[in-house]
């Protein structure tokens, strides 16, 4: 990435850009997040270890070990690794959504009464998630291998620019506007969205919300399985990544206002491009432009960018 | 009202029975610890982190205020105390002082912005500001160390005037952490039974009903939680001593998230004594259990999760409820509430 001094228009540009791609990744990783707080009004800390889980799953199944018996994975590894990595961006989800399923069922003790009990609960569960990962993988660092045709840089106007970056920030782009098809423009995003309304109507209705509540909490840990697979190539995947995820996710969320999706979004972007002009003019202190950011907006701003009233303000 | 205060001779003495028979039970660690196979350090810091999660239950237990980044303001502490040893004047007291002002003022700059709130958004905006402290600690090198952490802390003499105590031996700074621990933990008591108490205690309860009493709410949560950053920094000025040096990663959000997991885990919610109980479990599992699997924090997890699930009153909650036939029942539904009132508070 470029690292020249910045100081006309045309020499931020490069900044910019790094800034929108890095928004566009902040918004995919605060989606799950932000469904989970604005459908069922509860706050996911285990993002992040879900998140983490997603990018290790992958690098296993990617690898050159992957957990299969002897001569399935002789066959798996003779496929090419695009095919491979199409794979895993399918089958890593599905494993991370089945823990998310398990924090689910423990989370259903806690439905009408604070949500300050989940946000404990999946702080447990990140705790337990994180060591899970610490035992079978270690501490060291690992690298998620990408296939070539999206993997290297290409030069534009004396800049090196990594093709992966633009991948990443298309690939989340389409998922935030799939994500948004599937709460505004189908049926089951409106059954969703009314459970979070009012659920007793939706249960005198006849719908099986906790099958729904389940749903919703599935989909949000396989959107931060997902996040955690493409963000991987770029952060490089190590115990503490899930912290570094579950950070900025909340931060966006906060920013944009809780329930709002276009909020996230912009939120998203906003974070992004902050950071990326804080690290054009001080490197060192790029990270604590967004507290910065989210402190003056809050001041000003009680429920972030477009946030509506919820239960969770009391 | 509190389960450890019930009877009301008891909150208005400055030492209780309770307190008289821990210090007593403390002061004797030294001559077995070792023979049970542990070491003199983990006493102090049993009683370091203990004194750091009373404080910091001042805000979450007494004034129900869940905040999530209570460890900058241990870290501050941590670090004036050494900066303060190094640049301003080497003496203990002074330090000490040091310690727990910049702590203090760090938290009253916190709670400029953070007092109008509840609940969650309160969660959300503590943790923003531990955070931000967290990056300044470890992104200002020159005077901090950054990750190296601030090094070469001495522990200073304590000096009384006529006689000075020398302090770099384990047990005898262990004695003077255990006076530090007392003398805080006296403070503290007087502080949740006075009148100013009382109301912040009330304003959990219900901020508008305090508030159409005619208390300055603001001003109540404001100063709670300033007093609780103060103190929390004063113990972090004896970690530092403990450490022999200041280290960034008391700040971060999982150091943060564990206090509320011992304070929680302990009973703050219910007791005064909860968070004690759950920094000895917290702190003595890490040393015992740690010993045998390097997963500690797994089984840790679990528990807490198992707490949060089934025993929301805590450790503190089930022993009174067990010693003084209460109910569970009654208990648990004290404790529900008590949870409750953290996000609900206005109600």
């Known amino acids: 990435m470029p690292v020249a001094k910045a100081k006309t228009l045309f020499d931020l540009l490069p900044h910019l850009l790094n800034g929108l791609t890095l928004g566009l990744l902040f918004a995919l990783i605060a989606l799950g997040f932000m469904l989970i707080v604005g459908l069922m009004e509860q706050i996911n800390l285990a993002h992040g270890s879900l998140f983490a889980l997603g990018a290790y799953v992958a690098m296993q199944l990617t690898g050159p070990r992957p957990p299969l018996p002897a001569d399935l994975a002789r066959i798996w590894l003779t496929l090419p690794l695009g095919w491979r990595y199409v794979a895993t961006l399918i089958i890593a989800p599905v494993i991370v959504g089945l823990v998310g399923m398990l924090i689910e069922f423990c989370m259903r003790r806690t439905y009408g009464k604070d949500p300050l009990y989940g946000l404990l609960l999946t702080f447990g569960a990140a705790m337990v998630i994180e060591e899970m990962i610490r035992l079978v993988w270690g501490t060291r660092d690992y690298v998620l291998q990408v296939p070539s045709a999206i993997n290297g840089g290409f030069i534009f106007s004396d800049l090196i620019w990594s093709t992966y970056r633009f991948y990443a920030a298309g690939i989340a782009a389409g998922i935030i506007g799939l994500v948004w098809l599937l709460i505004e423009k189908t049926s089951f995003g409106a059954t969703v969205k009314a459970g979070a309304h009012d659920s007793e109507i939706v249960r005198a209705l006849g719908i099986n919300l906790s099958r729904l509540r389940l749903l919703v909490f599935v989909f949000g840990t396989v959107l931060a399985a997902i996040a955690g697979i493409i963000v991987a190539p770029i952060w490089g995947i190590r115990p503490h990544m899930g912290v570094d995820a579950v950070i900025p996710a909340f931060l966006v969320i906060v920013l944009g206002g809780v329930g709002s999706f276009w909020g996230a979004v912009v939120a998203g972007l906003l974070v992004g491009l902050c950071v990326g002009l804080a690290g054009a003019y001080a490197s060192e202190w790029s990270l604590l432009s967004m507290y910065i950011l989210l402190v003056v907006v809050v001041t000003f701003r009680a429920r972030g960018l477009w946030g509506k009233k919820s239960v969770l303000e009391a | ?347």
């Open chain 2, 1 to 347: 009202m509190m389960v450890g205060s019930k009877s009301s001779s008891e909150a208005a003495r400055l030492v209780t029975p309770t307190m008289l028979v821990l210090w007593l039970v403390l002061a004797t660690v030294p001559l077995w610890i070792t023979r049970i196979g542990l070491y003199p350090y983990l006493g102090i810091e049993i009683l370091i982190w203990s004194l750091y999660a009373m404080a910091f239950n001042l805000v979450l237990g007494t004034a129900g205020l869940p905040s999530f980044g209570h460890g900058a303001y241990f870290g501050i502490g941590a670090y004036a105390f050494g900066l303060c040893q190094f640049d301003i004047v080497a003496n203990l007291w002074i330090c000490l002082v040091a310690a727990a002002l910049a702590a203090g003022l760090a938290g009253a700059l916190v709670a400029l912005f953070i007092s109008h709130r509840r609940g969650i958004y309160y969660a959300f905006m503590t943790i923003a500001f531990g955070q931000i402290f967290w990056t300044l600690a470890i992104k200002s090198h020159r005077i901090t160390g950054g990750e190296d952490g601030l090094l070469k802390i001495k522990r200073l003499p304590a000096n009384f005037g006529l006689v000075s105590f020398d302090l770099t031996d384990n047990v005898a700074f262990y004695y003077f952490v255990l006076a530090a621990f007392a003398v805080g933990v006296a403070a503290l008591w007087r502080l949740v039974h006075s009148p100013y108490g009382r109301v912040v205690a009330a304003i959990r309860q219900s901020e508008t009903r305090a508030a159409h009493l005619g208390y300055n709410v603001w001003l109540y949560k404001a100063s709670i939680f300033a007093l609780s950053a103060a103190v929390s920094g004063f113990a972090g000025g004896l970690f530092a001593m403990a450490q022999l040096a200041a280290f960034p990663d008391v700040m971060s959000l999982h150091q943060s998230g564990y206090v509320v997991m011992m304070t929680l885990v302990g009973g703050g919610l219910v007791s005064f004594w909860g968070p004690v109980i759950g920094v000895f479990l917290f702190l003595t599992a890490r040393d015992v259990i740690g010993a045998l699997t390097n997963a500690w924090m797994l089984y840790f997890g679990l528990l807490f999760i198992a707490i949060v699930l089934f025993r929301p009153e805590g450790i503190a909650g089930a022993i009174s409820a067990a010693l003084q036939q209460h109910s569970l029942n009654a208990l648990r539904q004290r404790g529900t509430s008590a949870m409750r009132l953290l996000v609900g508070g206005g109600r």
